[in-house]
């Protein structure tokens, strides 16, 4: 892992290279992925079945499996990890439900009103990751919200597992951690699918998949290309790049822990970004040393050190303001504060998806636990843009009612800009009201 010595000039050169390795295309996943979406636009659940053989060996003879299976699922995990759901969903619940938008309504003098609603989304749809890994804390993230918003219908899809029956065929199965989350979540359908199969099947509808407003969730590079290349057409959550992480620390920082929490991300994939910028050299060489020591614990090991070797650094700043300013100029997706006031600098952080104070707020613990969301803006776009959240779920609509009287008494500044832009008919559909 390098250590780079902030000078002004070579933390901006890594800076290049990270932001580099997230913009880069792949045309040979953006070639499958349109065709996976013409052939889903033109045959719908044929075209998805077919690729459903292709890419996971086999396919389900249904797609959407019946409601009762959620409930007898969620009733046939063992106790440890059904109290864990259901402590998450209490914390996620409880940050999520200071997120509503206000309406509000302006009553001006002459009788004219104008204001603003906001409407849940009708149907949305939630890709959560299946096969051979399962992630029930997506479900919660992205569930939970959208049902909180008031969203009417969550239809999830996630990949079948596929297993060997007695016959010796391949089979397609529900992964149980999965559909438990989805019962607590309050998850309407589920479809067994995957891919950009599955997220094209949700944006045009096909006979067994609704079409939606709205798809949320984590994928592969087929899947997230998918929705890039289905935005418009469908509204999406983000276009999500590798995980990243950034730990702020002084000489209070204790590095045991700071190495702990870059591995966390480091076993993402081989492209997740792991950066630590300190003032204290001491704390960046301890660093280092616990790497070594706590890699060889993981299971991950190889993805681990490729990561780090390839997109991780230690940079050193000469003070706090310093740090502070390359922080907010990365926007990263998870900023760890391991200072001696993380509350006191938290006040100077702008850029960043999700805040960690303290020596004990890991970003593990938002991932699964803590209640803010753990969908978040990566490759510096926290700059502009935020969690997911019910936000995410609503729309604004605006409204405007005005007597006869107040609309005459504006119509001359109305004709005036109508004429100046040279659009005349603007301006007739007030006049002709008055002659």
């Known amino acids: 892992m390098r250590i780079i ?6 933390e ?7 932001r580099i390795r997230e913009s880069e295309i792949n045309e040979v996943v953006n070639k499958t992925v349109l065709e996976i979406i013409d052939e889903i636009k033109k045959r719908g659940d044929e075209a998805v079945r077919e690729y459903g053989i292709k890419f996971d060996g086999a396919c389900p003879e249904n797609f959407e499996l019946p409601s009762t299976q959620l409930k007898t699922t969620f009733e046939s995990i063992d106790n440890p990890f059904k109290e864990a759901l259901l402590n998450a969903k209490k914390n996620i619940e409880e940050y999520h439900s200071k997120q509503h938008l206000s309406d509000y309504e302006i009553k001006r003098e002459n009788g004219a009103i104008v204001g603003q609603v906001t409407r ?14 399962a992630y029930p804390s997506t479900v919660l993230m992205n569930c939970i919200p959208a049902k909180i918003a008031g969203v009417n219908e969550v239809v999830m899809v996630t990949p079948p597992e596929i297993y060997i029956d007695q016959a010796g065929k391949k089979q397609c199965r529900a992964n149980p951690e999965i559909l438990a989350a989805a019962y607590i979540a309050g998850v309407d359908r589920v479809m067994l699918a995957g891919g950009a199969q599955a997220i094209a099947a949700l944006t045009f509808g096909t006979e067994s998949f609704p079409r939606v407003d709205k798809i949320v969730g984590p994928g592969n590079i087929y899947v997230a290309t998918a929705k890039k290349l289905l935005y418009g057409l469908v509204d999406i959550d983000m276009i999500a790049g590798p995980s990243e992480i950034l730990i702020l620390a002084d000489e209070s920082a204790n590095p045991k822990f700071v190495a702990a929490d870059l591995l966390s991300q480091a076993e993402h994939d081989r492209m997740a970004a792991s950066i630590l910028i300190t003032t204290c050299s001491n704390v960046a060489n301890r660093t280092l040393e616990e790497l070594e020591k ?8 190889e993805i681990v050190r490729d990561s780090l070797k390839n997109y991780g650094a230690i940079i050193t700043c000469k003070n706090t303001k310093d740090m502070i300013e390359l922080a907010n100029q990365i926007a990263p997706e998870h900023l760890e504060i391991m200072m001696r006031d993380p509350l006191e600098v938290l006040k100077d952080i702008k850029n960043a998806g999700s805040v960690f104070c303290g020596d004990y707020s890991p970003e593990p613990l938002g991932d699964y636990y803590a209640g803010p969301n753990h969908v ?16 995410s779920f609503l729309k604004r609509m605006s409204y405007t009612y005005y007597t006869k009287e107040a609309l005459k008494e504006t119509m001359a500044d109305i004709l005036e800009i109508s004429r100046r832009e040279g659009l005349t008919a603007h301006g007739r559909s007030i006049e002709i009201r008055y002659k």
């Open 5 to 10: 010595n902030s000078d002004g000039k070579k």
């Open 12 to 18: 901006f050169e890594y800076l290049i290279e990270i």
């Open 120 to 133: 849940a989304l009708e149907r949305v749809g939630v890709y959560v990751p299946g096969g051979t890994a």
């Open 294 to 301: 706590q890699i060889s614990l993981l299971d991950r090991q």
């Open 376 to 391: 978040l803006p990566t490759s510096g776009t926290a700059r502009f843009s935020s969690p997911l959240g019910v936000y």
